[in-house]
């Protein structure tokens, strides 16, 4: 691999780490009201779920997934044997 595009790939190394999203983050986003890509989808097929149901798992995640080791990792480092 040619100098330059090693150089290349070594000075992006940190902005691709940083870019990797956190369990907890992604999970915070799965139950908000306003950003889910899920709960939007289920409207959109005509399916219902209530602002309570979305407002206690969102609840679940603040106060147990947020604090605990799991929720720190990144996305991509997530397994059943982690969580």
Not at 33 to 54: F, M, N
Request: net charge positive; aromatic share 16%.
């Amino acid at each position: 691999m040619p100098d330059f595009v090693w150089s290349f790939i070594v000075a992006r190394k940190p902005f691709l780490k940083a870019c990797e999203t956190r369990f907890s983050d992604y999970c915070a986003k799965f139950w908000d009201w306003g950003r889910s890509d899920y709960i939007r989808g289920l409207k959109l097929r005509g399916k219902s779920i209530g602002r309570e149901y979305v407002g206690t798992n969102s609840s679940y995640i603040k106060r147990f997934l947020e604090h605990c080791g799991a929720g720190t990792l990144s996305l991509s480092k997530v397994t059943s044997s982690a969580i």
